[in-house]
């Protein structure tokens, strides 16, 4: 998207170079220099002194068409960005890379028209896919944007307190019953790329459309996540991978909003299955959802996570409303820590519980199904249901489940009568 910015074309005779760059260390720079030379662009257009020189050249010369810059050394992003936009051309494309990881810097800079907040050290690859899409931007036809309208997609990220408490196999299930007891389009996106069991719980194969996306995010459309998710079912996709375990991943918090974004415009559901440090360490992400579920057992490590994760999200999803699920509890309560004092200790109240079922979990890894649809008829399937709807049903949902033809009459009519007058 170009800048729209409101600054007046102060140079227009003067030819405008395809980029320019403003960076604050020769890190950056030698990084900046490979990709520029893929291009085809002059690497002497590299230049030091971050987002203040920018301001300071611009200010007495054109523009370029692309412009990145440092904001490591400013004290003021946001101001500094105005006072660049000042200075800049009509329609300049601006990246910028910063050491500043937070929701609220990244969207108020994406608001005043940045194309792209890349978080430092940016990696290679990163940089370069960022230059490209940039790129493209910049020869995108120009169309008037229409004016976006809410986005009807509920997002719900599950974080485990603790590896092992069960996680994966909430997500699964809520994945389901979103899918196949609500009705609504799902899309199960599980972020653990070398050892998630998405794919697993659904008896798929996890191909490789989660680590493809991550790494060339450019590409990322519609057509791309058609093809990327598998079909666990006519109203469940799987998007997952299966990723060596010596491969990093190298993404940035931009490329995943933008694949949370091209997801909800097919899917009404986007189920997370976040593994704890991979949401740390990704609070824009989290922040796109709407519910988060936490997942935990009673035990006093998961105590303490549970606290932490609470702070966290907190700070980086205070719009997120927060679900407590404690897992794998036996019938007989005999935990580390009792339920009230877990409570105590996390000042948070557990709204589900879901008892200790060996035999169910057994049935359903075999099977190749959820737990939820395994276990129909039993307490754990039930709440994972009512938890699902909970979760996911919206009035839209509500009125599409309305009866319609000659009988609706009736069975609105039951519903005004009460229970014990029938």
């Not at 997370?272 to 440090?277: A, E, I």
């Not at 339920?339 to 996390?346: C, G, I, P, Q, T």
Request: charge should be negative; aromatic fraction near 4%; glycine fraction near 6%.
């Amino acid at each position: 998207m170009n800048a729209p910015w409101s600054s007046t074309q102060r140079f227009a005779d003067a030819p405008r170079e395809i980029f320019s760059a403003f960076v604050c260390d020769d890190e950056t720079a030698e990084s900046l220099r490979n990709s520029v030379l893929e291009l085809g662009w002059a690497p002497e257009r590299i230049y030091k002194g971050g987002l203040n020189n920018a301001v300071q050249t611009l200010s007495v010369s054109a523009s370029p068409q692309i412009l990145l810059v440092d904001l490591s050394d400013s004290a003021d992003p946001l101001g500094d960005i105005n006072a660049l936009a000042e200075v800049c051309e009509p329609g300049t494309i601006v990246v910028a890379i910063g050491r500043v990881n937070d929701v609220r810097l990244y969207r108020e800079l994406i608001a005043s028209g940045i194309h792209d907040y890349l978080l430092k050290p940016v990696a290679a690859s990163v940089m370069h896919e960022a230059l490209h899409s940039a790129q493209a931007a910049l020869h995108a036809p120009k169309t008037e944007q229409p004016a976006e309208s809410e986005s009807t997609t509920t997002t719900v990220a599950v974080i485990g307190a603790r590896g092992g408490v069960g996680a994966s196999t909430v997500a699964a299930s809520l994945a389901w019953a979103s899918a196949e007891e609500v009705g609504r389009r799902t899309a199960l996106l599980d972020f653990d790329i070398h050892f998630g069991v998405g794919a697993l719980s659904f008896d798929l194969e996890p191909g490789r459309g989660l680590t493809d996306a991550l790494e060339n995010p450019a590409r990322i459309d519609s057509l791309f996540i058609e093809r990327a998710t598998v079909k666990a079912s006519e109203n469940l996709a799987v998007l997952s991978a299966e990723a060596p375990i010596t491969a990093p991943l190298l993404t940035d918090g931009a490329a995943l909003l933008h694949l949370h974004a091209q997801v909800g415009q097919t899917y009404g559901t986007i189920i997370m299955d976040l593994p704890r440090l991979f949401a740390v360490q990704n609070p824009l992400l989290v922040a796109e959802a709407k519910h988060v579920v936490i997942v935990t057992d009673l035990t006093l490590a998961a105590a303490r996570d549970t606290l932490r994760l609470l702070g966290f999200l907190s700070a980086h999803a205070p719009g997120a409303k927060v679900h407590l699920i404690a897992n794998k509890v036996p019938a007989q309560g005999q935990t580390e820590v009792s339920r009230k004092d877990f409570e105590a200790s996390v000042e948070s109240a557990i709204g589900t519980v879901l008892p200790l079922e060996p035999k169910l979990a057994i049935a359903a890894a075999q099977q190749g199904k959820s737990l939820a649809e395994v276990g129909r008829g039993s307490k754990t399937a039930a709440a994972l249901i009512d938890l699902a709807r909970t979760l996911v049903v919206t009035a839209e949902d509500e009125d599409s489940r309305r009866e319609t033809g000659p009988l609706a009459w009736l069975s609105n009519l039951r519903s005004l009568i009460p229970a014990k007058s029938r």
